[in-house]
Each structure stands twice: as C-alpha cells, then as structure tokens.
C-alpha cells in the first residue's frame, strides 16, 4: 500500500459519517437503505460517502436490483491496520522493548 492510498484513506475516515459507515460494515454486508436509516442524511449524500469509501478501495459495492449492497474490503483494510501497526515500530526505545524486528 502506498502513501497515496494512505492519505485517501487517512482523509476518507476524517469525515465521522464515513466513520460509522465502515463501523457499521465491520459487522457485515449492508443494503445502502440500511445504513441511511442510520443518518439523517439524503441519499444523494449517502452515495457522495458511500463514493468516497468505494473509491479508496476499503469498501465493496455490489447491485441487486436497484439496490447497493456494501461490504469492507478485508485486504485494504489489513494493509492500512499494518501501516497503522508499523507506525509504533519506528522508535529506537521501541526497538528494546521488542517492538521491532
């Protein structure tokens, strides 16, 4: 994973709808009616967020009719939660404690 995709991920989770939305998802696929439940938000900007999401690659989409079906990207998020880990490893008082390999 790149800085690149760091940063636009870092910049999608600054936002605290999107936040919920991918704590809502740790839980499983949902509909997009099912997360707009959850907000007081119009769907046009559920689909602004959900856009967002899709675009760093940390969300699924999928259709079903003329429903969207949202989901994590597992891949993406690991790698974003081992650059996350890797941070704290850059320290040299780290580095005895074990931290570093």
């Not at 940063?7 to 949902?30: F, H, P, T, Y």
């Not at 559920?46 to 999401?53: P, T, Y």
């Not at 690991?78 to 005895?96: R, S, T, V």
Request: proline fraction near 1%.
């Amino acid at each position: 994973m790149n800085k690149i995709d760091i940063a636009l991920i870092c910049k999608a989770l600054s936002d605290s709808n999107r936040l919920e939305i991918v704590q809502m998802l740790s839980e499983g696929e949902k509909c997009g009616c099912k997360l707009l439940e959850r907000f007081e938000i119009t769907q046009p900007t559920l689909s602004h967020h959900m856009k967002i999401l899709v675009e760093t690659g940390m969300v699924n989409d999928r259709k079903e009719g003329k429903w969207h079906y949202y989901s994590l990207n597992t891949e993406t998020i690991a790698g974003f939660k081992k650059y996350i880990e890797d941070l704290g490893c850059c320290d040299n008082n780290m580095e005895k404690k074990g931290c570093c390999k």
